[in-house]
């Protein structure tokens, strides 16, 4: 229990986030007989989108001249469809958690290093499930007995990214709000986490927030919150209930790492923010990832963002190869043990008490 008088008042100048707004919303016939597809249906209808409802369950037609038009039509669509029953066979995710789920695949952010390119089949369109309710009571069966098993949803989507458009996010924490042993994991570069401080979660949620420097937030995250937004989101998530924050448990993703110039200055200045940020006792934890590309994921993102200043010259880096024999190009072992000893005497300096649970 934190006493409100150890919270000392902390007033952040924060540039508001544009909500995204997707310019077409498609329904497939299968999303709308599904209650909770009707529940987005009118979600989309109340914040006056424009809606097709299409004849087939097939997402047709999305494709442009070139992949950088179809980035772009992709990107401004939302698609309320179900997922296959192929989503309801859960996927192990170490080191985040036990198993990975999906509430939405796709993200309206603009990253240039992002994640996903190259893991999701088509155009990058933003698919909303519309059977949350057989994808949430599904996980009960990958429940391991006597101990908690932790649930990640972000692997394939920013679920707080599209939270305003579907409420899924919401549905998902009070779900997990009344589970015995069974927590949720959720990571996001947004900002707008009003609409969650409020929600029943019984600790069974540990949100975790994405942050860089403010180099690569401006300049390599588009469409995402700034550093200073994504900062008071913390606050506010972290800040307990009686001091009118969500008590949650809030992780600190810090990714992807760069070597960029002034490295060192710059990471300085964001774990200055993130102290200052959070004066108040507080459990936080640390997930740290350094930045890494595959060979379809450059030539990809090469694509869709030709000016980017990411660098992706293999010449500097070290190979690895995953356990299906697939190759991704990471820095080599003394820019990574630099960078390591770095955060490891950052952050231990600055909140010995919170736990760095991977470093990659
Ligand atoms: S927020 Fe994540 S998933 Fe979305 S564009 Fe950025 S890296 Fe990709």
């Known amino acids: 229990m934190i006493a409100t008088q150890e919270i000392v008042e902390f007033k952040p100048i924060v540039r508001k986030t544009k909500l995204w707004m997707p310019k077409q919303v498609l329904f497939t016939p299968a999303a709308l007989q599904e209650p909770w597809g009707q529940q987005i249906y009118e979600r989309v209808k109340d914040l006056g989108l424009p809606i097709e409802e299409l004849k087939q369950n097939r997402l047709l037609g999305l494709r442009g001249a070139d992949e950088r038009e179809t980035y772009r039509k992709a990107k401004s669509t939302l698609a309320v469809v179900t997922a296959p029953a192929s989503a309801l066979k859960l996927q192990p995710i170490p080191p985040s958690a036990d198993y990975q789920f999906h509430l939405a695949e796709g993200c309206p952010a603009h990253c240039q290093y992002c994640y996903l390119a190259g893991s999701l089949q088509g155009p990058p369109v933003i698919r909303a499930f519309a059977n949350l309710p057989a994808i949430l009571e599904n996980l009960k069966n990958y429940q391991k007995p006597n101990q908690v098993t932790t649930f990640e949803a972000s692997c394939y989507t920013d679920p707080l990214g599209i939270e305003h458009v579907t409420g899924s996010l919401s549905e998902t924490i009070r779900f997990f709000g009344e589970q015995e042993n069974m927590h949720l994991r959720w990571v996001t570069k947004f900002d707008q986490v009003d609409s969650l401080l409020q929600l029943p979660h019984n600790g069974h949620t540990h949100p975790r927030l994405s942050l860089n420097t403010e180099l690569v937030a401006s300049r390599m995250e588009g469409g995402t919150a700034s550093m200073e ?38 990471y300085t200045h964001l774990l200055d923010r993130l102290e200052q940020t959070l004066n108040f006792p507080s459990e936080i934890t640390f997930e740290l990832i350094t930045h890494r590309f595959t060979p379809g994921s450059k030539a990809l993102l090469q694509e869709w963002y030709p000016n980017t200043s990411i660098d992706f010259d293999e010449s500097n880096r070290s190979l690895k190869f995953n356990k299906f024999g697939g190759k991704k190009y990471v820095y080599n072992t003394v820019t990574m043990n630099m960078l390591r000893s770095f955060f490891q005497a950052e952050l231990k300096r600055r909140f010995p008490d919170a736990p760095i649970l991977y470093w990659t």
């Open 229 to 266: 937004a994504r900062l008071a989101a913390i606050r506010k998530l972290a800040l307990p209930r009686s001091a009118g924050g969500g008590g949650y448990k809030v992780g600190i993703v810090l990714a992807p790492i760069m070597p960029l110039p002034d490295w060192e200055e710059q």
